[in-house]
Structure formats: structure tokens, C-alpha cells
């Protein structure tokens, strides 16, 4: 599982938006929508629901980004650690 993927929906969740994930990762909307949209892929679940009023979870998505956020923190010690 990529870390980016992680942090891409993680930032999209956090931020409400693809825009404000984009902002804070250095990305474009379209490319944090691609790395979201991979991750989709990668675990065969919708994570988000795409709106004009930005981004929401769906009951999918509530129920792993727990686990996501832990699995990108454990991955961010590890390299601090490497």
C-alpha cells in the first residue's frame, strides 16, 4: 500500500476537498483524485463521495480511515527510524 495514496485521502478528508489536498501535498486536484482514486482500487471500495460541496466519507471509508491513519503513521516512524 502506497503511504501517498494514504496521505492523499487523508489530506482530501481532512481538507474537504481534492483542492485543499492538493494545496497542502504539492499536487494538482487531478492527481490527488488519481492517487485517491488508485487506492480505490488497490482495497475494491469507494472511499469517498465526490460533491460540489467538496468530499465525504463513505461508510466504507469511515470504517478503514482509522486504520489508514494509523498505517500512515507507523510508516512515517519507520522511515524517521530507518
Do not use: C, K, N
Not at 51 to 71: F, K, M, N, Y
Amino acid at each position: 500500500m502506497d503511504d501517498v495514496r494514504i496521505q492523499a485521502l487523508i489530506h482530501a478528508v481532512d481538507g474537504g476537498s481534492f483542492s485543499a489536498a492538493a494545496r497542502a501535498m504539492g499536487y494538482t486536484p487531478a492527481g490527488i483524485l488519481r492517487l485517491v482514486g488508485a487506492l480505490e482500487d488497490e482495497l475494491g471500495v469507494s472511499l469517498l463521495e465526490r460533491s460540489s460541496q467538496g468530499v465525504h466519507l463513505t461508510r466504507a471509508g469511515e470504517e478503514l480511515l482509522p486504520d489508514l491513519r494509523e498505517i500512515s503513521v507507523l510508516m512515517d516512524r519507520t522511515r524517521r527510524r530507518a
